[in-house]
């Protein structure tokens, strides 16, 4: 099985307030429990957000190093799943499922096998 990265996009700013968000994560949890039932859930992790993020860039012959995301933008990397599924087609299933429970989009990506050549 090839593993998939699941990527969830999110709004910079504020979270939505807790009515909204409440039913949301509790959607979020039933599609984590159905991808953990499945046998298709590797890990998950959530991020801070974006201002707490340090970027390290080789220059000449030196690093710099820089507080704040890579890129500026009007939406960041929020969190991600690694996700175990037969085919782009299952995994495509389980990212339309993540989009659902979080109403965010969500990129899906095949990772590499980590060989060489």
């Known amino acids: 099985m090839?593993?998939?990265l699941?990527?969830?996009y999110q709004p910079d700013g504020e979270p939505p307030a807790p009515e909204i968000l409440d039913p949301i994560?509790?959607?979020v949890a039933a599609f984590q429990e159905e991808l953990q039932a499945a046998g298709?859930?590797?890990f998950t992790g959530g991020l801070h957000p974006?201002?707490?993020a340090t970027v390290v860039r080789p220059q000449d012959d030196d690093v710099l190093i820089t507080d704040g995301?890579?890129?500026e933008g009007?939406?960041?990397v929020g969190g991600f799943t690694v996700i175990r599924a037969a085919d782009l087609d299952e995994a495509l299933e389980w990212g339309?499922?993540?989009a659902r429970a979080t109403t965010l989009p969500v990129e899906v990506r095949p990772l590499t096998d980590g060989s060489r050549g």
């Open 74 to 76: 009007k939406e960041h």
């Open 40 to 42: 298709a859930w590797v």
């Open 69 to 71: 995301p890579y890129l």
């Open 6 to 8: 699941l990527t969830i």
């Open 50 to 52: 974006p201002d707490t």
């Open 96 to 98: 339309r499922k993540a």
């Open 2 to 4: 090839t593993h998939y």
């Open 25 to 27: 994560m509790a959607d």
